[in-house]
């Protein structure tokens, strides 16, 4: 792939499958799982040479233990969909055992499993590589890509009619296609197919001095300030009913569930479908607009702030904690890398610690969060006594509990009141203060005037 262009996702409900043709998808992605579990069987746990820590697999030795043990199996699906399973499950074996050697050396603190079998009813993903879309370029050129089937799976057909067909979206018919997911959604009710395609770049040319800060929320999703224009925050409060709303629904059906002996249900799973569409519908509102303003004002430069697993620890109230945990900033956050890149915005991503306590106006302190638990501390206290333990945790209680004085305090909600008694926008002074803690070169005086004006609220 070239510099000029960039790899993007479409993803298109799979329409207008006759009954055998739904029973051959479903029939492959159990028969995809069959052998991804077979795989798991056949992978080993080696240790290094140190006898310390673990060795990565190679992805041509499981599929030759594969082949030979379950040739049968391996024979009715087609060799490029079967490798493609295996593969997936060696790249997730290879990254545990990454992170296994991280935790071993005492540089990562979280808990570390490894790839477990699925259960035999469950459906897989079928992957279709970009040597399978090209085969047949008459069939492209109709606008549909068949389901590569083997000489043996052919042999059960009862006609060609049987074998599955996926529309390629009309908006990228004329794309390079690199690999074409297909997904099943509640448990194969229906599937989706994810096309993988490659996009020329579409560079704005904006110019790169001035400057947009970014700060998430729930009330107000997104803060936006720039040093070109007044300030405007994203409305999330019609995202925060939505969820209110699924978390209520499925918690009343979930406890008639619960009576019957049942985990999940349909009802439910369409729930939480409808949920993920609104949810991402409202993301790609939020980024257009992002990526609009930028035109307007001719702004090249972002700066969002966004803490990893900042959504695991909080303590807001039941309520506040559950709303919190299902909003995506994730996936915001790389819909807005995707776009940014595709024009050739900068984007920084900016630790956003102290930013809403310190005053943007007074040019306050902004110092950097760091955590209380070391993952090195705590690998070297699992081998010393509780009471050590103890005395050592007091100590270090003592040592965290660093206070930082402040210029200006939020007197009201959303509100905050500098050293001078001037009164803005909490959100605001937040957002502008992620600019200043990213050290980017802005123009300083241009942006104190446009925080101290009322932002405006705009409802997507």
Not at 10 to 23: A, C, D, E, F, P
Not at 98 to 123: M, T
Not at 204 to 226: R, S, W
Request: hydrophobic share 30%.
């Amino acid at each position: 792939m070239s510099d000029d262009c960039v790899l993007l996702t479409q993803s298109v409900l799979i329409r207008g499958l006759t009954m055998k043709q739904y029973n051959v998808l479903v029939d492959i992605s159990l028969k995809l799982n069959y052998l991804r579990n077979c795989a798991v069987e056949k992978t080993p746990f080696v240790k290094s040479t140190d006898k310390k820590h673990f060795k990565k697999i190679n992805f041509k030795s499981i599929i030759s233990k594969v082949k030979e043990e379950f040739k049968m199996e391996y024979s009715f699906i087609q060799a490029q969909l079967a490798n493609a399973a295996i593969k997936k499950h060696v790249e997730s074996f290879n990254s545990y055992v990454e992170l296994k050697n991280k935790k071993i050396d005492g540089e990562y603190d979280q808990k570390v499993n490894p790839p477990k079998k699925h259960k035999n009813y469950r459906l897989h993903n079928i992957i279709i590589p970009k040597e399978s879309i090209t085969s047949s370029k008459k069939k492209l050129r109709e606008g549909f890509i068949e389901l590569p089937l083997s000489r043996n799976y052919k042999k059960l057909l009862e006609s060609k009619n049987c074998r599955p067909r996926i529309k390629i979206p009309e908006n990228i018919r004329d794309k390079k296609i690199i690999q074409v997911e297909i997904i099943p959604i509640n448990n194969g009710k229906m599937f989706k197919a994810n096309f993988t395609y490659e996009a020329e770049k579409e560079p704005l040319d904006l110019d790169k001095d001035k400057i947009m800060g970014i700060d998430p929320g729930v009330n107000n999703f997104a803060t936006i300030v720039t040093t070109e224009g007044p300030p405007c925050i994203v409305d999330g409060r019609k995202l925060k009913n939505q969820i209110y709303f699924k978390c209520k629904k499925t918690a009343h059906y979930q406890s008639i569930l619960n009576k019957q002996g049942r985990k999940t249900s349909n009802r439910i799973r369409k729930i939480n479908q409808k949920f993920k569409n609104i949810q991402d519908n409202f993301l790609n509102q939020t980024v257009n607009f992002i990526i609009k303003k930028c035109k307007e004002q001719d702004v090249g430069t972002i700066v969002l702030g966004y803490n990893n697993n900042f959504q695991h620890k909080t303590n807001m109230g039941k309520k506040q904690n559950q709303i919190f945990s299902h909003i995506a900033f994730k996936q915001f956050k790389q819909k807005l890398e995707t776009r940014c890149q595709i024009h050739e915005i900068d984007l920084i991503i900016q630790e956003e610690s102290y930013t809403s306590l310190s005053s943007f106006l007074d040019e306050d302190i902004l110092p950097e969060y760091q955590e209380k638990k070391d993952a090195k501390n705590k690998g070297d206290k699992k081998k010393k006594d509780k009471k050590k333990k103890d005395k050592k945790k007091e100590d270090k209680k003592k040592e965290d509990k660093v206070k930082y004085e402040f210029k200006g305090n939020r007197t009201k909600r959303g509100l905050y009141e500098t050293q001078n008694g001037k009164i803005i926008n909490a959100d605001v002074n937040a957002a502008a203060n992620i600019i200043r803690k990213c050290k980017h070169r802005f123009n300083f005086e241009l942006l104190c005037k446009w925080v101290q004006t009322t932002p405006s609220k705009i409802k997507l």
